[in-house]
């Protein structure tokens, strides 16, 4: 049986074990791929002090899927009069649990969080594989935002 859960502080283990597979996965790393020393200590730091609501799906006692919520607050308009505004981001299922409507049950847990945090909008970046998934929980495309990015 699945049993998805949010994740506590006392989960870390499984929360850098799940995110650093998933960057693996998604980014088509090699298996024994090695992460920077900078993505694994700020990684570790942010499931511990970040602004967020993580959640976890298991089998049994096997890990098999997470999603994260990641929490900002802006200053207020008048569409987002709370400033709250949310980001999904992490979302993931190991491949043989795919198509089963694992990831969709993780996003709607966090989604129902959120809204009672506050929260006003959640965007994400979706890949091509999880547009469907996005799209059937009523996440639609936006041309509000532009986005700078630091280029290192």
Known sequence: M???RIATPDDINYLMSSRL????VVNDLPEDYEFSD???AESYDYFLN????????????ELIGCASMSFIRIMPTFGHPTGKR???MNVYTRREYRRQGIA?????????ETWKRGATEISLD???????????????DSTEYMVLTLNR
């Open 2 to 4: 699945i049993n998805i």
């Open 21 to 24: 597979e998933m960057l693996k």
């Open 38 to 40: 900078e993505i694994v």
């Open 50 to 61: 970040g602004d967020h609501l993580t959640v976890l799906a298991f089998d049994g006692g």
């Open 86 to 88: 949310a980001h999904l």
């Open 104 to 112: 969709h049950k993780m996003v709607e847990l966090l989604i129902g």
């Open 126 to 140: 979706a890949t091509k594989l999880g547009r469907l998934l996005y799209e059937s929980l009523g996440f639609t």
